[in-house]
């Protein structure tokens, strides 16, 4: 009863802020309602017992993606009427993708309903589980090697994005993006 | 609870372990002292080359396969044979870049850092017997090799040519990754030789699907016909130093990630990956082999070769015996060597401010250099398929194979295409030696180590031939994880290959010799290089470059118009 009580407050404010999150005027607000997002998320996967996620939510979400964008956001000039002139052009591949959404969760709810129970199968595990220390061991074990080459790919990826952007000399930069700062690969490459 | 190694066991990883731990020394020297002394870290990253290759011969040079890291790693003679030449073909090509890179100011920390990560990729796959580890390693290639397509920023082509690799391999890798998924959802498995025990027999539609996507991963990354389109952007776009790489490490990578995704884990439905790979090997056979006439441009007509000796070695994986997987080994090594040398002579002549790229930059190389003139000249042989080279007997196994597998129409296109083939190979020669050098710079003094090594590539091609049936039986005993799929068969009766093979290009030299139109209209006797005889009966039409009239449309498929765009923007 609790936990039901819990879940819906906090159903409840995260579509209140998601919604407040895309039609927010100024985009600091928007960056700041992200975050409540990212928050009351993690807070419905605790509930759930996916207390890892929720942690690292948190932590990579909150903690360093968003305050990147918070920067980036706070830095430049963002001009808001120029962003939003194809907000309506776009708008209904913004529907089509929520009417496939919906479409898919009730599918799921519905499944349920009709007696194909999608949850069959799964048993709750014992209290004193920690899918934390279990994720830890699986990783530090079983995937030590793919673990470390992963860290090392992410080492490449700074490699690669800082000698490909950083730039010795000045009067390139002015040539090839006249008046502008230049795009950051980073972020435009998805690495 | 098992540990998973123990120090025993555990040297066998040592390749990797080095090298993880090489780069960040290599990366911290070049922090520290690399502004300064600009010598030190090429100098250094050659050192760890020599070094890395000693401790994997010390260490993890055991007989006999072995699972480490809780059955995501494996080590077996084949991978320490292929990290041995990774080493080495490293460490050749970047001896060979080092003026190029100095001279273009491309000669930073990073470049060496990224080459030892893409080596350190290239190592994964060997090693890899998981799914999961197979597709980190690809990508620890692949980005390292991204950037270093991008390196010369000063190139706009480059930058095309990285965006245009970015974004497709992006793609293929997300192919690759949508592929193992789905074998992973219907098997439960990651590990390989897991994998191989259960998808067996007639798949389900599912595994059928994800067997579709990785084959079109895999032949993506190879650069197979209908997936090659990247191929010659990046090698032509980039510059020629990472062209040298891009063109021979990596491909030791590739054969692995063929033999360990499908000869290994996909054993049991190899029937099925086997007509995929037939169809793209075929098709990159002709589109290789065709388009490359049409090329005027060095890097790119190797990059159409490359497209055509891609066909071959795919079709060692088709004939699916042990014969095909040591004829495909066999053919990776020496097209390596090969693209290594001819890369290496395109990067010897290049100047400041002149790329030496150009087909008609070749001309009359031989009263200009002769030394790079006679290296190129074996290199083409031998790629072209020329008998006393290791390139002939490369594709003599080849064949050899699918005829024991009973595949004689692939071994109709493959020998039909390779006469083809010969074309643009020997164009080359026929410029280098027959053609005057028209005010072309004469050779530079010094690079005297470069020139030697060069040399020993050359070498290298005569002598690896000249001990072939020796190697072979060699890697019989390395590529023994295939045995359990082979039975029994006697030898081929492959006289009646070489007979053909030989009988089809001496008739093929006999019909230019005995033209006399084509005879008589080349007034250029010119020089008194020795073979010169065995340089008239192939001789070649007058014109340069002149391109069949028949073969003209070919030139519409593919044409370079120099660069289009600038930073992946369209400019004008």
């Not at chain 1, 819906?8 to 407040?20: E, R």
């Not at chain 1, 996916?50 to 968003?66: D, K, P, S």
């Not at chain 2, 065995?534 to 470059?545: A, M, N, Q, Y």
Request: contains cysteine; positive net charge.
């Amino acid at each position: 009863m609790l936990v039901e009580g819990l879940f819906y407050l906090f159903a409840t404010i995260l579509v209140a802020s998601a919604i407040g999150l895309i039609v927010a005027r100024n985009p600091v607000y928007s960056a700041l309602l992200l975050v409540l997002c990212f928050f009351t998320s993690a807070s419905i996967w605790l509930l759930i017992e996916a207390e890892f996620l929720a942690v690292v939510l948190v932590l990579v979400y909150v903690g360093a993606v968003m305050v990147l964008f918070l920067f980036v956001v706070m830095m430049l000039d963002i001009n808001v009427e120029e962003m939003r002139r194809g907000f309506t052009r776009y708008a209904w591949v913004g529907w089509l993708t929520a009417f496939v959404v919906i479409v898919q969760i009730v599918g799921l709810v519905a499944a349920r309903r009709l007696g194909v129970d999608v949850t069959q199968g799964m048993v709750p595990l014992p209290a004193d589980y920690s899918n934390t220390a279990h994720l830890g061991r699986v990783l530090y074990t079983e995937y030590l090697y793919p673990f470390e080459l992963a860290a090392i790919l992410l080492l490449v990826a700074i490699i690669g994005a800082i000698s490909l952007t950083m730039r010795r000399r000045r009067a390139s930069r002015s040539k090839m993006w006249p008046g502008k700062s230049p795009p950051c690969v980073t972020s435009a490459c998805g690495w | 609870m098992e540990t998973g190694f123990n120090m025993a066991n555990i040297a066998r990883a040592m390749p990797e372990m080095y090298l993880a731990g090489a780069i960040c020394f290599v990366l911290l020297v070049d922090v520290f002292f690399g502004e300064k002394r600009r010598g030190l870290t090429p100098t250094l990253t050659l050192l760890v080359l020599a070094v890395g290759a000693a401790l994997t011969l010390l260490y993890a040079n055991l007989p006999g396969r072995e699972f480490l890291f809780h059955g995501q790693y494996v080590s077996d003679p084949l991978a320490v044979m292929l990290k041995l030449f990774g080493f080495l073909v490293a460490a050749i090509g970047l001896l060979y870049s080092r003026d190029y890179l100095q001279r273009r100011d491309m000669n930073r920390g990073e470049y060496y850092v990224l080459v030892l990560t893409a080596l350190l990729g290239v190592f994964v796959i060997v090693s890899a017997n998981s799914l999961l580890t197979v597709y980190i390693g690809v990508e620890l290639l692949a980005l390292s090799v991204y950037a270093i397509v991008a390196f010369d920023r000063q190139s706009g082509i480059a930058a095309e040519a990285a965006m245009k690799y970015f974004v497709l391999g992006a793609m293929a890798s997300g192919v690759l990754l949508y592929g193992m998924s789905m074998i992973y959802g219907l098997t439960g498995t990651l590990a390989l030789d897991e994998l191989a025990q259960m998808a067996s027999g007639t798949p389900s539609l599912g595994v059928t699907f994800g067997l579709v996507f990785i084959v079109v991963a895999v032949a993506f990354k190879f650069g197979a016909a209908p997936f090659h389109m990247w191929l010659p952007d990046v090698y032509h776009g980039a510059p020629t130093a990472v062209t040298t790489f891009i063109s021979t490490v990596p491909q030791i990578a590739y054969f692995a990630l063929a033999f360990r995704l499908l000869s290994f884990g996909m054993s049991g439905v190899a029937e099925y990956w086997q007509d995929m790979l037939a169809i793209v090997a075929v098709l990159s056979l002709v589109l290789g082999n065709l388009v490359a006439i049409a090329q005027t441009n060095m890097k790119r007509m190797l990059a159409y070769s490359t497209i055509g000796n891609v066909g071959f070695i795919l079709l060692g994986f088709v004939a699916g015996n042990l014969q095909g997987h040591e004829a495909a080994l066999y053919y990776t090594v020496a097209y390596v060597i090969m693209a290594l040398g001819s890369f290496g002579v395109v990067l010897l002549l290049s100047r400041t401010g002149f790329e030496a790229d150009e087909l008609d930059h070749f001309r009359g190389l031989h009263a200009r250099d002769p030394l790079a003139a006679a290296v190129m000249a074996i290199l083409m042989f031998s790629t072209a398929g020329i008998p006393p080279f290791v390139g002939f007997w490369a594709k003599f196994n080849i064949l050899q194979a699918l005829w024991l597998d009973g595949h004689v129409a692939l071994i109709i296109v493959a020998a039909a295409v390779s006469i083809i083939g010969l074309f643009y190979y020997l164009r080359v020669v026929k410029l280098m030696y027959f053609d005057a050098p028209d005010g072309l710079p004469a050779a530079q003094s010094g690079q005297g180590g470069v020139r030697l090594t060069l040399a020993l590539n050359a070498l290298a091609v005569v002598a690896l031939a000249s001990c072939q049936t020796c190697c072979c039986s060699l890697w019989r005993g390395l590529s023994a994880s295939v045995s359990h799929r082979l039975n029994g068969s006697h030898f081929p009766p492959s006289s009646f290959i070489l007979v053909g093979s030989v009988a089809g290009w001496s008739s093929l030299a006999a019909r230019r010799a005995h033209n006399p139109k084509v005879v008589g209209s080349n007034p250029t006797p010119a020089t008194n290089f020795p073979g010169i005889s065995l340089g008239r009966l192939l001789l070649l039409p007058r014109s340069s470059i002149s391109v069949p009239r028949s073969l003209r449309a070919f030139a519409a498929v593919d044409r370079y118009d120099g660069p289009r765009y600038e930073c992946g923007l369209r400019t004008q």
